[in-house]
């Protein structure tokens, strides 16, 4: 009777891994499918995040966040008439609070970093390298706000933001959160290998 009993649990086992195994191949077939897979809103080197008809592509720079809008096909979005807050909450218990504003593609930072802040904003960039860089995170209209991240490191510092008058159907407002996530800068060859892989 034990050894029947035996016998049985491990057939269940096995069966509920393989149908686990099962599982996860379904789950990245899905994500090769054109819309599951946030490529197409992680163009700027941020983490996506989802609400209900949104993604939202959050950008950490060592002294502001920026949030890209996209619908729910990852379509961009403009920021436009876009108005909203964000709470950061640091690993010490402090929290504070920003206003996020627009800015507008084609437009970066009137006043620029220079000297030692600059090289703390971005190390030790080319001339090229920047302009590639300010050229690609402008080419879309986007909110920022300002932040003091300090001497933070990833995952220390949660974001909770919250967004009025988007556009799109069923969805005017969200809320939604990010940890806080060095910038992944992508070279174009490598994304577009990453899209042909998905």
């Known amino acids: 009777m034990k050894r029947k009993t035996y016998l049985f649990i491990l057939v269940l086992l096995s069966v509920l891994l393989s149908g686990g195994a099962l599982l996860a191949q379904h789950h990245h077939e899905q994500e090769s499918k054109a819309g599951h897979s946030h490529a197409k809103a992680e163009i700027h080197g941020g983490e996506v995040a989802m609400t209900k008809m949104h993604h939202f592509e959050v950008v950490w720079m060592p002294g502001h966040v920026m949030v890209y809008l996209y619908d729910?096909?990852?379509?961009?979005?403009s920021a436009k008439g876009v108005t909203g807050e964000v709470v950061f909450k640091f690993k010490d218990g402090k929290e504070q609070k920003a206003t996020l504003t627009l800015m507008e593609a084609g437009k970066m930072m009137a006043e620029h970093a220079e000297g030692e802040k600059h090289e703390k904003q971005h190390g030790k960039m080319s001339k090229e390298e920047m302009e590639a860089m300010h050229k690609l995170m402008s080419n879309q209209d986007h909110l920022t706000a300002s932040v003091d991240l300090g001497d933070a490191e990833e995952g220390?510092?949660?974001?909770?933001?919250t967004l009025k008058g988007l556009s799109g159907k069923g969805e005017s407002e969200a809320t939604f959160t990010a940890k806080y996530k060095k910038m992944a800068m992508k070279h174009k060859a490598g994304q577009e290998k990453h899209e042909q892989h998905h």
């Open 72 to 77: 729910m096909n990852q379509k961009p979005l």
């Open 156 to 161: 220390e510092v949660k974001a909770t933001f």
